[in-house]
């Protein structure tokens, strides 16, 4: 057919250059209306291609293409192709649509990632499927079953302005060869005897064998490789003269199969003879079958240019039939060897050796130097030329790997530095999965793959594309555009770096098609390499060719034995991933694949997963985990389910994390194409439609889980039907009633739905698939109609910020309606229902699409996840909404009898459940397993006893009457006692309402003798941040699995292991009458921890890491149920009368509406007012600067004022606090000290009432506030006053402040000017708080230890330095030690002073975790830390995320030393420095001999002489001693005053590099409350296992 386009075409095209060049006309007003198809209908085969000419970036989106059977000539164009019907099927994006709907997601190449140049076409097959071709490349099946007749569909939209058909026919030959493999799978599959491979017979074998030895040749292994007899047409195995001496690795067979089969597609090419071009000659008698090709005409077999004029073989010739035309053998392969091929440059890097004819790369001495590795390649690349390399070898001595780039230096011009990242002009690289240009870091996360992550036989590609983008390939897989605009000529650059010693170049770019290449040549050699192994059947007999099995290629991790039904993980313990294994063969339809869980390891988190992928097991590279793949993978993880990567359901089914050896797990498609799970023989429910056939079964050995096998048919569960039983999904377009659908007190969705919804957790939950590409079609609706007075309610699970700004921005919509199911035509939107239907749309009431009110009681649009929201019609007929359990008010009035509860799952709102609730006398959940363990949603049943008493840590917020508490920010501070002492045998129990996965850890229980009523009244201030270290009184504590008595362990592997506990857990504590404690976790007595506890004690628990709210569910006495209280944010000090309506859920302060603050007109006499009284200066002299706001301070409202300006003229700084009176007829004093009446003032660190101080050590010194400070107030539901610095809780400063009060500011001595920045700051406790202090993201940070902590590179207006004269005076005394500038970080912000009044300031904790696995490490409190520089490739942020923390005391002496050597010397090591010297030195200080070891008794000498090493320590109580750290005198140039000194390091240490150890020093008592003596010092001896981050000074 002609490669034309039709005269016919959407209304913005404009045609030109014959009608085969579209441009859409008015490009940047217009991004649609640009549809162009075929001038005539497609042959089969002939691929249809269009290049792309013009894009513009105006819009999202870009081409689409496909296929219609409607005729161009009488067809109506619409806007754009997706809005095509009656049999179109359309690529748009990396989906596949027909008539509009997606049937396939993460189809091919993404099409809206194409770039100007880039071609595209699209093609129907003999069989019927459509395939998308693009830049050559097949990207396989999008669709099957089409019809004849189909027109091409092109459609110019978004960016996508102008293309240009290019070609209308068949592919090429080379690009037939993904279709001929194909053709061959089915075949095989047919069993019919003729195999094609690679476009070669097997007739014809013997050339393909003349490659191989060809190819072997090149790599000097030419007499070693066997020559096949022509009459071995399919021989049963290798020849008997391959010995095993001989056998090639599997790096170097790589290399031959890779060679043979470029020659054989380069003699395709260039024409002539068999083979599909004759470029290799077959023995046509005139040569033995012993003989070997030569050389001839086309260059020698090493590829030399000096020989590429001709050049003899060393034993004969092999002659080309006659007339064929086609070049010598060795032609072939000399063409495909010289200078034109990409090789290494031959200048490289000074520790490289090149081999293999510059094709492999090498650093020598690699357990010595870990870079001078560079290597460029030896021709600048073509455009769109790959260049691809794979690692043979990696060494785990150090960090960071290979960096791969392009440069516009010449190789023969550039003197190579150490590193391609010190290269500060014309250099892109990819470093990790970032993206550096001349160095810097333009791209912090180009790709998911990091390539410091990347293991031994994983491919590395890059390619400069005609339009100027740089592209980088990972495993074959584009990681998209890297860099937009590289000059034209550029060289690729490959740095050995670090753990990277070995690559070797990779000519056969194409991952997929070389691994199938080469597995169809290893199937020509012998027929049992390659293929899956004779399948078996579900029998037991292992004879029936149909049984499933475990493949053979499996995880690097992972190992097959028991004949392939059994998979392990050898060293489970060693390694938590890396253990994916899939079946030999597809799974058929309604096949169940089940397997066993035969061994678990306790040692990590997570456990098996399961799943199905369209990817053959002998062909795929098996990532870490199934997770990491991104196309053809369905997985149930935990309980949820993942579909290439991403989450599709959040909770569905058993989680797959708590099954125990002896479980199974089973996983099996349906013939209509649905995805169902089983766990121990319960079927799951549908988990994903639309899945395509032949898909493998996978397991991934993750985590917990070590060992699997596959189960037989006998032991398999029941196949799951369409029917009302079992805890079924419904599935689009398959109805199936819902079990309970007709019972009297079941509510549940219905099966019929909108498009896009899905139903799951038998009727309980329904979500919208695609939730990002998809904003509506979504709408449910109830399985039966409501009854008078009965309450439908549902909570928001799940919400995406995706149509956040945007017309589809609402959220979700709720109502009734009078159509029955059946007769619903589900339309987009609920709005579009248009007869007997109520609703409430945000805050409008809407009667069949009409808005009937505005205004309604509240806002749909504002709920968040966790929100609840109820309808009900009551007996009158009028319909009540119940948000969160609190009645809004009659919406509309009139109601029929008979109405069905509707939910549109609309904008951004994902899934909901249905909360079982049965009417609005009882709003708590009802106890099904599947709300109840998923939300934090519980109210405290009426009649608890139990409360908690109101002394708590200071993150604790206490609700409902003291029947719940919940972590308001951080990981720790979170303790809470009983309200009394329990009785013998009293059970006091809690249920876990909420959990926060960022941290790590969890809830700790047990029972103290700390009376919480003998605490202070301010005991936050003194209390520990963590129950194990609660030890003023005698506490017993369970903490994990491990039972700890006043922090010290007494026992392991007790019970179950806390940390393991999810929301809708208990966890209970008694104390029984033989003095034991016993832990009860859902009922379950977990038996004795702890013996001869104490009669009088409380119930003391710590909502520690993971566990941030809990509720009281026990209960010893029970009271009147009319009594109790509805959970509120009030408390029994709050003003008679009052009362909070908005009950709080999960533990979450109420949500209410912000005042908008401002300073009230009556202030001091010295106080100027501006920006509409938002700033307050004072204008003379240091005091009458009082000022307060025109509003009172709602409770929960935080009020925040930032510090503007200081004036170091004057001494102390400004107070703040709140005024129980109306201020506007106030007569203000000088200083607010002088206020004595209702009056809770701030003040240093100090808290004062009417001008009596009732607190001290509270919170940072204000004195010390810089400037730039964002102090707030705020006071809580139970009347507390808490104080914010940088948006930190510095935990309760007041009780029983009154309402209303007023915030109150004194702008005394050095601060003269404040600016109020609180009136868009959402209540607290609210999702939209966007302050992050810095302390809390050093906690979440350095827990997971995936990113570095702010405190190590502070804000600039959050590190004190400006003020602190501390950290000056340590300043100057490093000033005096004469230190070269060039050792320290030149930008002074990342100097941190760990002063009491700085890390108060910033709010740091005292203890943190870093590294992998994670380990405790102290902050060095008291010390001051002066940044190090850090060498270019020892990025802390990267490279040594996964190392500890520890600290190395020292002498003055060595530090230069230790500095000039960049890390730790044995010989610096303090321990041999710890005499000190009175005698003053030049500078002004005194410092002892170095290397003295006076102290230390004389056969700890010897021992440190024989074994160097290093002493480190993860805290400086110890590493800060004086034996460790000498002091020495100096004088202060400033002061004049004498002072003693002190100097360590705070260095990053690997894991692995050293030995933990007990103290040497002898002592008795505890060094550090968090470390255990005989755990506090660390010893190394590797060199390279330290870096020095910084210098710590103390000064005293």
Known sequence: MAAELHPCSGKLIGLSNSNRTAQRNQPVQEFNHGLVLSREPLKDRDVFTVRIDKKVNSWSGSIEIGVTSLDPAGLDFPSSATGLKGGSWIVSGCSVLRDGRSVLEEYGRDLDQLSEGDRVGIQRSTHGELHLWVNGQDCGAAASGLPTGLWAVVDLYGKCTQVTVV??????????????????????????????????????????????????????????????????????????????????????????????????????????????????????GTGSRGDRGSSSGGGSVNGNSSDSGGGTGNTGSVNSPAGGGGARLGAVTGGMLTNDALLFHEKCGTLIKLSNNNKTAERRRPLDEFNNGVVMTNRPLRHNEMFEIRIDKLVDKWSGSIEIGVTTHNPNNLDYPATMTNLRSGTIMMSG?????????????????????????????????????????????????????????????????????????????????????????????????????????????????????????????????SEGRTALRPHATDDFNHGVVLSGRPLHSNEVFQVRIDKMVDKW???????????????????????????????????????????????????????????????????????????????????????PPSVYAVVDLYGQAAQATIMDDVDLPPLPEDSSEGPTVMSPGSPCSVAGGNSANDLRFHQLHGTNAVITNGGRTALRQNCRSEFNDAIVISNRCLRDGELFEIVIQKMVDRWSGSIEAGKIMAGVTAIRPEELEFPNTMTDIDYDTWMLSGTAIMQDGNTMRNNYGCDLDTLTTGSRIGMMRSATGDLHYYINGVDQGVACTGLPPEVYAVIDLYGQCVQVSITSSSGPQDNSLCTSNITEKSFPIHSPVAGVAHRLHSKHGKNVVLLGEGCQAARVGGYSHGIVFSAKELKTDELFEVKIDKVDDQWSGSLHMGLTTLAPPELPSCPMSGMSPSLTQLRSKVTWLVAGSEVRRNGLLQ?????????????????????????????????????????????????????????????????????????????????????????D??????????????????????????????????????????????????????????????????????????????????????????????????????????????????????????????????????????????????????????????????????????????TIVTNNVATVGGESVKARCQGDMEKADMVD????????????????????????LCSRFKDLLTLPDG??????????????????????????????????????????????????????????????????????????????????????????????VKTEGPNGYSEPEENSSNSLPDRDRERDREVPRVQLSPTMRYSGLEIFAPKVQFRDPRSHCCHQAQVGFQVCVRPGSYKVGPQTLGAIEPLDPCFSNTEIEWITKDQGGTLLYGLLIRVE
């Open 1051 to 1139: 026992r392991q592997n007790y019970g179950a292991s806390l940390d393991r506990l999810t929301v809708g857990n208990r966890v209970g504590v008694k104390r029984c009458s033989d003095d034991t404690m016993h832990v009860l976790i859902d009922g379950e007595d977990m038996g004795p921890a702890a013996t001869a506890v104490a009669k009088n004690v409380y119930a003391v628990l710590d909502l520690y890491g993971r566990v941030t709210a809990v509720s009281i569910v026990s209960s010893s006495v029970l009271e009147d149920a009319g009594s109790v209280k509805a959970p509120s944010l009030s408390s029994d000090s709050c003003s008679e009368g009052e009362e």
């Open 1345 to 1368: 230890g995936i990113k570095e902590s702010v405190c190590w590179m502070p804000h600039a207006e959050v590190n004190p330095n400006k003020t602190c004269e501390y950290q000056a």
């Open 1383 to 1476: 050792y320290f970080n030149e930008d002074a912000k990342y100097n941190l002073c760990y002063c009491e009044s700085c890390h108060k300031l910033r709010g740091d904790e005292s203890y943190y975790k870093r590294g992998e696995p994670p380990r405790d490490y102290a902050l060095p409190f008291g010390w001051c830390r002066f940044a190090l520089r850090i060498k270019p490739h020892c990025d802390v942020s990267n490279s040594f995320k996964q190392w500890h923390i520890a600290y190395h005391g020292t002498s003055v002496g060595a530090l230069r030393r230790t500095l000039d050597h960049a890390q730790l010397l044995s010989g610096t090591s303090s321990i041999f420095s710890v005499s000190p």
């Open 1141 to 1314: 309506r908005t009950p709080v859920e999960g533990g979450e302060p109420a949500l209410v509406p912000n005042t908008v603050m401002a300073f009230l007109e009556n202030h001091g006499k010295n106080i100027q007012l501006s920006h509409e009284n938002l700033t307050a200066a004072r204008v003379s002299s240091y005091n009458q600067g009082l000022l307060v706001t025109a509003q009172p301070l709602p409770r929960q409202q935080l009020f925040q004022f930032q510090i503007d300006r200081l004036n170091a003229s004057w001494t102390s700084s400004l107070s703040l606090g709140v005024i129980g009176h109306s201020p506007d007829r106030l007569n203000f004093p000088s200083t607010a000290c002088c206020l004595k009446r209702s009056v809770w003032l701030l003040q240093r660190d100090s808290v004062f009432h009417n001008s009596l101080k009732i607190c001290e050590n509270y919170g940072p010194n204000l004195d010390t506030c810089p400037e730039g400070t964002v102090l707030g107030l705020l006071v809580d539901g139970n009347s507390c006053l808490h104080l914010y610095v940088n948006g930190m809780d510095q935990g309760v400063a007041a009780q029983d402040i009154p309402t209303p009060c007023y915030p109150l500011i004194d702008l005394y001595g050095q601060c003269e000017q404040v």
């Open 167 to 284: 070609s209308c026919e068949p592919p090429s030959l080379a690009e037939r060869d993904t279709e001929r493999e194909t053709v061959e799978e089915r075949e095989q599959e047919d069993e019919e005897e003729e195999v094609v491979v690679c476009g070669v017979r097997e007739g014809e074998f013997g050339g393909l064998t003349s490659a191989v030895n060809l190819a072997a040749a090149t790599n000097g292994t030419l007499e070693e490789v066997p020559e096949l007899p022509p009459t071995h047409n399919r021989p049963d195995k290798f020849p008997n003269n391959l010995e095993p001496e001989t056998v090639l690795t599997e790096h170097q067979l790589f290399d031959v199969l890779n060679n043979a089969i470029v020659s054989l597609y380069r003699s395709e090419d260039n024409g002539g003879g068999d083979l599909g071009g004759g470029g290799i000659a077959r023995d046509s």
């Open 433 to 561: 999965c970032g993206i550096l240009t001349n160095g810097k870091g333009t791209r912090r996360e180009y790709c998911e793959f990091s390539l410091d992550e990347l293991q031994e036989g994983d491919h590395i590609g890059l390619m400069h594309k005609a339009s100027g983008a740089l592209h980088f390939y990972i495993n074959g897989i584009d990681q998209g555009v890297a860099a937009a605009q590289t000059p034209a000529v550029v060289y690729a650059v490959v740095d050995l770096y670090g753990m990277a010693v070995k690559v070797t170049i990779v000519h056969n770019h194409n991952h997929s098609d070389r691994l199938r290449r080469n597995n169809a040549i290893m199937r020509a050699l012998s027929p049992d390499v390659g293929r899956p192994r004779p399948a078996h059947s579900l029998t037991p007999d292992p004879d029936t060719p149909d049984r499933l099995l475990f493949h053979s290629n499996c995880g690097q991790k992972a190992a097959i034995i």
């Open 605 to 691: 988190a997570g456990s098996i997963e399961i799943g199905v992928t369209t990817h053959n097991p002998a062909y795929l590279q098996l990532p870490s985990t199934m997770t990491n793949l991104r196309s053809g993978t369905w997985m149930m993880t935990g309980n949820g389910v993942m579909h290439n990567g991403t989450t599709i359901l959040d909770e569905y089914g058993h989680n797959l994390d708590r099954l125990k050896a002896g479980d199974t797990v089973g996983v099996v498609r349906k013939e209509d194409g649905s995805l169902h799970f089983f766990v121990n023989g319960v079927a799951q429910g549908p988990a994903a439609w639309n899945v």
